[in-house]
């Protein structure tokens, strides 16, 4: 299901976090911030957005089930993840040869922030990422309904 709340600054997918579905959602995501005239955010934020999913797919339970949501505010764009497996992802330092363990760390590396809360009643997380978006006459716009938002509690 695809959300798009009145502000058309946010956006949100929910799905099952299988392979064949991870691809659908980066196509979603690109369209969106392309229509949201912030293509120069296309690349990272699906390249970072695939990597918090492949973490759902391979980490979480028999429940793939998660939502990504997209907020752009005026200069920063914020990317969730919320899944229901309440066990939090650890950065890890991996060594020259191996063949995992390297997601956190690219996420970490293309965002401007990033981390991971948990949600109320302990009932899964929530992993997101910053980027700071281009302002300018294609990024002005009215802003989104969700600027109340609190800041995340754990930073990267």
């Given at each position: 299901m695809i959300s798009h709340p009145s502000s058309s600054r946010h956006c949100a997918v929910e799905?099952?976090?299988l392979p064949s579905r991870i691809g659908?959602?980066?196509?979603?995501?690109?369209?969106?911030?392309?229509?949201?005239?912030?293509?120069?955010l296309i690349d990272s934020a699906a390249l970072a957005v695939t990597e918090l999913l492949a973490n759902v797919h391979r980490h979480t339970?028999?429940?793939?089930?998660?939502?990504?949501?997209?907020?752009?505010?005026w200069d920063r764009l914020t990317v969730s993840v919320r899944d229901h497996d309440p066990r939090l992802p650890e950065l890890r330092t991996s060594g020259?040869?191996?063949?995992?363990?390297?997601?956190?760390?690219l996420v970490a590396a293309?965002?401007?922030?990033?981390g991971v809360r948990v949600q109320r009643g302990g009932r899964g997380k929530v992993v997101w990422f910053t980027l700071p978006a281009p302002v300018g006459p294609a990024?002005?716009?009215?802003?989104?309904?969700a600027a109340g938002r609190g800041e995340p509690e754990l930073t990267g």
């Amino acid at each position: 299901m695809i959300s798009h709340p009145s502000s058309s600054r946010h956006c949100a997918v929910e799905f099952q976090a299988l392979p064949s579905r991870i691809g659908q959602v980066r196509r979603i995501i690109s369209a969106q911030l392309h229509s949201w005239k912030v293509d120069p955010l296309i690349d990272s934020a699906a390249l970072a957005v695939t990597e918090l999913l492949a973490n759902v797919h391979r980490h979480t339970g028999p429940d793939k089930h998660c939502t990504v949501e997209l907020v752009l505010l005026w200069d920063r764009l914020t990317v969730s993840v919320r899944d229901h497996d309440p066990r939090l992802p650890e950065l890890r330092t991996s060594g020259t040869w191996a063949t995992s363990g390297r997601g956190l760390a690219l996420v970490a590396a293309l965002s401007a922030s990033w981390g991971v809360r948990v949600q109320r009643g302990g009932r899964g997380k929530v992993v997101w990422f910053t980027l700071p978006a281009p302002v300018g006459p294609a990024a002005d716009a009215a802003p989104s309904r969700a600027a109340g938002r609190g800041e995340p509690e754990l930073t990267g």
